[in-house]
C-alpha cells in the first residue's frame, strides 16, 4: 500500500517553489479547482492513488461554504425522514469512516437533546422517538459501535436541565436524547485533508485562482503577484463548490443560505448537549443551540433561498437573527436577546437544482445529493452532497477523471486514510498535551506543547496559543492575518475577539 512520503506541511515557501516548477511547462494528472472540502478530498483521493495533482484555491482554504457548516458529521437521520434512504445509509457509512478513521481526533460523539415541554405533544414527541431508533439502526447498519456514539435514550426533566442548563422547567416532561458526530471545526477538517494530500505530493496551491477552464487545463492567476501560469492536465475536476457554475457555466445551482449565530455559552449555563428545539409549526426541522470550542454555542440554522450575485462572504440578514432567536425562545427559561449575540456567519448551499420546470419548493426540500457533471470537453463537475460525503464525492470524481482521461491509477483507498494528527482515542490519551490542543492537532498537539514559552494565549481569554499561531503559518498554510483569524483558528467569528488578537497574530508574520 502507497504511503505518505513528503512532508504535510504547507507554507508560503512551499507554494513559491511548488508555483515555480508548474512554470516549468509541466502536465500534470489531474488539476482540482476549488480548496474546499470537497476539492481537499478530491486532492487526497487522487494523490493517494499514485496521480500527480495540483489544487488552485483563488482564495485560502475553506474560503468557502466548508467554514460556514453545522460542523456535523450527519449520520444521515434527516434524510431518512424525508424517504432519502440511499442519501442516509450513505452519510451513516461516511460518518463511520470519518469518526472511525479518517479524522477520530478531529470528531466528538455530540448529545442531542430534544426537551419535552409542553409544547411538544405526544404525538410529536413520538415521532421524534421513533427518528431517533431508526438513526440507532442507521449506526448499526454502518457498523458504528455504541462505544463510539451510544444508543438514544429518554432522560428525566432533572437530567434534561443537567445538559441543558437554560432550558425552561416549567412543565419540562423529560427530554428525548440521541447522538451525532461532530468535528471540532470544519476549515481545521479542510486543512487536515490538504496537507495529508500534501504528503502524497499534491500541489496544494492558494490564492491561485483558475481561469478559463477546460477539460484538459487552465490559467492559474497568482492573485500575490498577478501572473499568469497556463497549466495542462490530464483531467480537470470543478470542485468550486457554490462557484461551481462561474467556472462551467452549464452547471446549473440553487444557492440556499445558512445562518448561524455565535453566543457565550455561559449565556446557556454551559451546555453540553445541543438544545434541540422543534420549529413552531414545520414538521421534522429543528434549530439547534450546539456547544462548540472556545466556550461558544452556534445557534443554527435557517434555510433560505438565496438568488441572484454570489457574494465571496454571505451575510446573516435580520430576519434570520430574528426567527434564530425566537425559535430557540420557546424551549429558554430565560430568553435570549440581541445583545447576547456576539457574532454571526452564514454559508450558502451548493444545492444542485435538479428542477429544469422547477415547482418553486422550498430549498430546504431540495436534494442534498451530490453528482459528477460531465461536459463534452469541460471539466468534470462535483457538486451538491455535503460535508459528511466529501470522500465519496471525491471517489465518484477521481473515477470519472481516471475514466475519462484514460489515466492508469490505484484503486481508492481513503475508506482506510488517516489524515495528519489521526489516531485512536486511547493514543491520545496518552499525549502529554493539553486538551483544547489534542482535539484541534491530535498527535501533533505534542509536537505544539512542547515549546512551553510558546503556550501562553495569543491574547487575553482567548484558548489560543502563540504556538497555535506560528504552526498556521510553518506547517498550514496560512498565508496571512485573515488565514490565522478566520480559518486556522476560529477567532474571528467573534469580531471583539478578532481585534483583541489582530496585532499579536500580525507580529507572527513580521
Ligand atoms: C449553513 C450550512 C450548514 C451546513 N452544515 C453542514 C453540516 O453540519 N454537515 C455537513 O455534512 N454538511 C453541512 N453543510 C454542507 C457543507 O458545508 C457543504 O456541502 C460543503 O462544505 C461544500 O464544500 P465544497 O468544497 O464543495 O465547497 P466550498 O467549501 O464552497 O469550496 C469551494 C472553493 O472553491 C473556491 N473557488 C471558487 N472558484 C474558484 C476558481 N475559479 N479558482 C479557484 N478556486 C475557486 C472557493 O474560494 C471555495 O474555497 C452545510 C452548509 C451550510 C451552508
Given at each position: ?8 506541511a504547507?507554507?508560503?515557501?512551499r ?5 515555480e ?7 500534470v ?12 478530498g ?14 488552485a ?5 475553506a ?29 451513516a ?17 455530540l ?17 421524534v ?6 438513526g ?9 459501535p ?15 436541565a ?10 419540562l ?15 481545521r ?44 492536465a ?12 462561474r ?10 443560505r ?5 453566543l ?15 420549529i ?7 434549530v ?7 466556550g ?8 433560505e433561498?438565496?438568488?441572484g ?5 454571505p ?8 426567527f ?6 420557546t ?28 415547482t ?17 470537453g ?11 460525503t ?7 470524481a ?35 498535551a493539553?486538551h ?9 498537539a505534542?509536537?505544539?506543547?512542547a ?7 495569543i ?33 474571528g ?14 507580529t507572527v508574520?513580521?
Amino acid at each position: 500500500m502507497m504511503t505518505p512520503t513528503g512532508s504535510s506541511a504547507l507554507n508560503a515557501t512551499r507554494r513559491t517553489r511548488e508555483l515555480e516548477e508548474l512554470g516549468e511547462h509541466t502536465v500534470v494528472d489531474l488539476l482540482v479547482i476549488g480548496g474546499g472540502v470537497t476539492g481537499a478530498g478530491v486532492a487526497l483521493d487522487a494523490a493517494s492513488r499514485g496521480l500527480s495533482v495540483v489544487l488552485a484555491e483563488r482564495h485560502d482554504l475553506a474560503f468557502g461554504t466548508s467554514r460556514w457548516s453545522s460542523k456535523l458529521v450527519h449520520g444521515g437521520l434527516r434524510y431518512l425522514a424525508s424517504g432519502n434512504i440511499g442519501i442516509a445509509r450513505e452519510s451513516a457509512v461516511e460518518r463511520n469512516i470519518i469518526m472511525m478513521r479518517t479524522a477520530p481526533h478531529l470528531v466528538r460523539p455530540l448529545p442531542q437533546l430534544v426537551p419535552l415541554l409542553p409544547s411538544v405533544g405526544a404525538a410529536e414527541a413520538a415521532l421524534v422517538r421513533a427518528g431517533f431508533l431508526a438513526g440507532d439502526a442507521l449506526r448499526a447498519s454502518a457498523a458504528t459501535p455504541a462505544t463510539v456514539l451510544p444508543r438514544s435514550r429518554r432522560l428525566d426533566a432533572t437530567r434534561t436541565a443537567a445538559l441543558a442548563p437554560a432550558v425552561r422547567r416549567a412543565g419540562l416532561r423529560g427530554g428525548l436524547l440521541a447522538y451525532d458526530g461532530q468535528l471540532v471545526d470544519d476549515a481545521r477538517f479542510v486543512v487536515a485533508l490538504a496537507r495529508t494530500a500534501a504528503a502524497y505530493g499534491a500541489r496544494i496551491l492558494t490564492r491561485v485562482e483558475a481561469r478559463d477552464v477546460t477539460g484538459d487545463g487552465a490559467t492559474l492567476h497568482d492573485t500575490l503577484t498577478g501572473t499568469d501560469l497556463d497549466v495542462r492536465a490530464r483531467a480537470v475536476v470543478n470542485a468550486a463548490g457554490v462557484w461551481a457554475g462561474r467556472v462551467d457555466p452549464t452547471i446549473r445551482l440553487r444557492p440556499s443560505r445558512g445562518t448561524h449565530l455565535v453566543l457565550d455559552a455561559a449565556t446557556l449555563g454551559n451546555p453540553t448537549a445541543a438544545l434541540t428545539v422543534p420549529i413552531p409549526g414545520e414538521r421534522n426541522r429543528f434549530v439547534f443551540a450546539l456547544p462548540a470550542q472556545l466556550g461558544r454555542v452556534y445557534l443554527g440554522l435557517t434555510d433560505e433561498e438565496a438568488p441572484g450575485e454570489l457574494p465571496d462572504v454571505p451575510q446573516a440578514s435580520d430576519g434570520e437573527i430574528g426567527f434564530l432567536l425566537d425559535t430557540v425562545n420557546t424551549a429558554l427559561a430565560t430568553p435570549l436577546t440581541r445583545d447576547d449575540v456576539l457574532g454571526t456567519f452564514a454559508g450558502l448551499r451548493p444545492l444542485l437544482d435538479t428542477t429544469a420546470s422547477d415547482t418553486g419548493g422550498s430549498t430546504a426540500d431540495l436534494s442534498r445529493k451530490h453528482a459528477v457533471i460531465r461536459t463534452e470537453g469541460g471539466p468534470i463537475g462535483i457538486v451538491g452532497g455535503k460535508l459528511t460525503t466529501y470522500r465519496k464525492m471525491a471517489e465518484d470524481a477521481v473515477d470519472a477523471a481516471i475514466e475519462v482521461a484514460g489515466l492508469t491509477a490505484r484503486q481508492c483507498r481513503t475508506r482506510q486514510l488517516p489524515v495528519v494528527g489521526a489516531a485512536n482515542s486511547a493514543v491520545l490519551g496518552m499525549l502529554t498535551a493539553p486538551h483544547s490542543l489534542v482535539q484541534r492537532y491530535g498527535t501533533e498537539a505534542a509536537l505544539l506543547a512542547a515549546d512551553l514559552t510558546r503556550m501562553e494565549p495569543i491574547a487575553p481569554g482567548i484558548d489560543i496559543t502563540r504556538a497555535e499561531v506560528e504552526f498556521a503559518v510553518s506547517h498550514e498554510g496560512a498565508l496571512d492575518v485573515d488565514d490565522v483569524l478566520d480559518r486556522r483558528t476560529r477567532i474571528g467569528l467573534v469580531p471583539r475577539e478578532r481585534t483583541l488578537a489582530e496585532n499579536a497574530v500580525s507580529t507572527v508574520f513580521e
